[in-house]
C-alpha cells in the first residue's frame, strides 16, 4: 500500500486560493486513483474530490464544484488540489489517499471515503472571514 503526503496547507483570507499536493513516498502514482478528503472540527469527514487512474472526468462534492481542481502532476509525481475562492467553511485538515495499482478505479473516479483503505495525516487549511 502506497503511503502518501500531503502539503501545501496553510492560512489564507476568504476570496483566496491554495493549491494542495499529495505525494507518494517512494513510488510513483501512475495508475493510482486519488482522493481528498476534508475533517472540519466537530464534523465527520467528507469526501471533496476523487480522480481516476487512467482518464476520465474527476469527481467533486457539491460545495467544491466549480471552486477546486484536482490534477495530476506528472513531472512532479504529485497530484494536486488546487482550491480557489476560499470560504471560511472550507476550513478543515485536508487528507489525501490512494488506490491501486491499476484499481477499479479506472475510468471512474473514487468518489466515497470508503473507496479507500487508509489516509495520510492531512494538511490544515484556515480560511479567515
Known amino acids: 500500500q502506497v503511503q502518501v503526503v500531503e502539503s501545501g496547507g496553510g492560512l489564507v483570507q476568504a476570496g483566496g486560493s491554495l493549491r494542495l499536493s499529495c505525494a507518494a513516498s517512494?513510488?510513483?502514482?501512475?495508475?493510482?486513483?486519488i482522493g481528498w478528503s476534508r475533517q472540519a472540527p466537530g464534523k465527520e469527514r467528507e469526501f471533496v474530490a476523487g480522480?481516476?487512474?487512467?482518464?476520465?472526468?474527476?469527481y467533486y462534492v457539491d460545495s467544491v464544484k466549480g471552486r477546486f481542481t484536482i490534477f495530476r502532476d506528472s513531472a512532479k509525481n504529485t497530484v494536486n488540489l488546487q482550491m480557489n475562492s476560499l470560504q471560511p467553511e472550507d476550513t478543515a485538515v485536508y487528507h489525501c489517499?490512494?488506490?491501486?495499482?491499476?484499481?477499479?478505479?479506472?475510468?471512474?473516479?473514487?468518489?466515497?471515503?470508503?473507496?479507500?483503505?487508509?489516509w495520510g495525516q492531512g494538511t490544515q487549511v484556515t480560511v479567515s472571514s
Open positions: 489517499a490512494a488506490a491501486g495499482p491499476r484499481s477499479s478505479f479506472n475510468i471512474q473516479p473514487p468518489t466515497k471515503l470508503t473507496d479507500f483503505s487508509s
Open positions: 517512494g513510488r510513483t502514482f501512475v495508475n493510482y486513483a
Open positions: 480522480i481516476s487512474w487512467n482518464g476520465g472526468s474527476p
